[in-house]
């Protein structure tokens, strides 16, 4: 029963009015949390090279709240304007091809930073950056922004050497894969270069030994032609003797003839009978002696033509020998190119040694290179294990903290009752108060009465 209308009217908007502020309370809990207060996150973000204070925090300006996040990005992701104008410029050409200009350096630029600093709001916690808090910030989002990104940076430093022992162990295995990449390059032009080689050689002792094979061949007809020309030279030459041997001979019976026919003149002038036979006899002699002559004769003629034909003979022989001395200067070539080609054959065996062993290293290369992949692969599986087991714990300090949240809202909640209880109480009794206080009032007006 509502003895003063006007009062409880003005208790149930009381309680509207505390559910409200209620409910505000409670949207603020949940980032309580995480939040920073004004001085704080202002000496944060001088620390970095910024001057900022509270008032600029309170009264935010868009270029100074621009500027504060190029050096966290810069910072935390390596993007500067030098590292996004490029990419953004290759964008706007390919978009709008010849009127590149039709959109402002600066404004691609920014959009461009938008894109990367949403990308790391993400990841700190801030799922609703919007592009009016770079134009027109205002205090509480500055405030919830900043205090995450800082409670990040915080978190990211106090995880620095683990940070930095995995990247310093990935730096080290890139530059030896890429030291080993380099050296299996040089290996394969290096092989490369003695196959090329070595199909050379190949085509020039292929060459030299043909050549060889050739002058091998004709050697051996200048060979079956000298002894042709020996054994009728030999041949020639035993026929000149005998035909010398002939024609002394034949002189000396001359010789023998003559000396008899001056024996026999002073038996001229004997008897005609006499004479006549001696003529005759003289005469059957020289006829004899004729026909030998002229035998002689002709055997001479043939033997100055045998003779002609030696001389001849011999100018072939002379050829043949002239022959055979180039050819044997020939031979002394081609038995020095011989040692050549085998002095070839043997660089070009040890060549095929080195190659073997450049095959045997790039073997063992791979080898290495693989066993480095596997470490790598390890590495990497260990860091993913690691970098799961952090977010893992992570994940666990956000559930503690969305738990420690959850039971600040709740303590909170419960004290707003408590007090809102406490306020229904203290009004209940001021109520109750001015009722006594009327019924006091009516009770002395009566007793005046």
Known sequence: MDYNPRMSQQVRGANQQNRGTGGK????????FMRLPDKEIAGCISDIGVPFSPADLLKPNPQQI??????????????????IEPAMRAAAADVCGDFVDIVPADTRNLMGFYVSLKKLLQECGISDFSFQDLLKPTHDRLVKIFSYIINFVRFRESQTGIIDEHFNKAETTKARIETLYVENQEMDTRLADLKRNRKAMESQVKDKVRRNDELKERLLELKAKQERAAERFERVKSEKQRATGVLEEKTAQTLNVRQESSKLRPYVHQSSSALQASLTELSNSLQTDKASIDSLDRRTRALQTST???AVVTNDVLTCTKLLEEVSHELGK???????????????????????DVERTENLLQRQLA??????????TTSAEKARSAMEHMEELRAVHRQL?????EKGREMEKRRVRIEQTEKKQARAKNINDVYSNDELQIVDD
């Open 308 to 310: 002609d034909t030696f």
């Open 405 to 409: 949240t959850d039971e600040r809202g």
């Open 371 to 380: 066993k480095w992949n596997e470490r790598t692969e390890k590495l990497r």
């Open 66 to 83: 621009q500027l504060v996040f190029e050096w966290f990005a810069e910072l935390l992701m390596n993007a500067t304007r030098e590292t």
């Open 334 to 356: 081609e038995e020095e190119e011989a040692i050549k080609a085998g002095k070839h054959r043997d660089a070009l065996s040890e060549n095929s040694n080195s190659v073997r």
């Open 25 to 32: 309370k409670k949207e603020d809990d949940s980032d309580a």
